[in-house]
């Protein structure tokens, strides 16, 4: 069955730079979530759409932003990177009419050098 | 607002001997509550998940959860360790009640995680 997809798998960035992370949801799911771990800490939930438009806002910084796209991927736009902003970022997609259970893509590992 | 708490931050135990990890819950309505597992350097793997429907859930690799609301628990079990068990088991609560009544997509909440360890 097919799965989430995350790209890139690993990003290396400099502090102040940017980065975007590609999230494509499996087919037919309309809700894209996005969470942040931290090294050995607990996935935070940052941000979440529903049919493109934005639904709940979790701990998501300023200087990140992010949306949904018509074809339903999602892009998580990161900008002025700290080097706090290491971690593995993990997209989640889900289907409103089969209850909205999440499952996860296998994570972007963003490290801010 | 919901939130879990995992009571164990290790938890060690011998191949073939029984495993528990022990979540409780906080929230103001009836949640969804799921187990998470978390291989090294892997992503989220669902175990199980309690949407109401039964207490007792059975999961994958044959892990278990029972639904207490008395005692506010969704602690997870499994009669005999193996090593391939060993990885960190997260209990998380959903933003969303059950029935979900449409609405927001509601981010879920971490528990603080469990690191299994299985000693041979």
């Known amino acids: 069955a097919a799965g989430v997809i995350q790209s890139p798998r690993h990003l290396i960035k400099e502090k102040r730079e940017t980065a975007t992370l590609k999230c494509y949801p499996i087919p037919r799911h309309d809700t894209v979530y996005w969470y942040q771990q931290g090294p050995g800490q607990d996935p935070q939930f940052l941000i979440s759409f529903y049919e493109k438009m934005q639904s709940d806002k979790g701990s998501i910084p300023d200087r990140f932003s992010a949306q949904q796209f018509s074809d339903y991927h999602s892009e998580l736009n990161m900008s002025s990177l700290e080097l706090g902003d290491s971690a593995l970022y993990f997209c989640?997609?889900?289907?409103?009419?089969?209850?909205?259970?999440?499952?996860f893509g296998p994570g972007t590992r963003l490290t801010v050098l | 607002a919901q939130s879990v708490t995992q009571l164990d931050s290790h938890v060690s135990v011998s191949e073939g001997t029984p495993v528990l990890l022990r979540c409780n819950y906080s929230?103001?309505?009836?949640?969804?509550l799921f187990w998470y597992v978390q291989h090294p350097n892997k992503g989220l793997q669902l175990l199980l998940k309690y949407t109401s429907a039964a207490t007792l859930v059975k999961g994958i690799n044959g892990f278990e959860a029972e639904f207490k609301k008395s005692e506010t628990s969704f602690h997870l079990t499994k009669p005999s360790a193996h090593m391939s068990d060993a990885a960190e088991y997260f209990c998380?609560?959903?933003?969303?009640?059950?029935?979900?009544?449409?609405?927001?997509?509601?981010?879920?909440?971490f528990g603080k995680g469990t690191h299994l360890i299985i000693q041979p």
């Open positions: 998380v609560v959903s933003g969303s009640p059950i029935p979900y009544s449409g609405g927001g997509a509601d981010g879920l909440t």
């Open positions: 929230s103001s309505y009836s949640p969804s």
């Open positions: 989640a997609s889900s289907s409103t009419n089969r209850g909205r259970e999440q499952f």
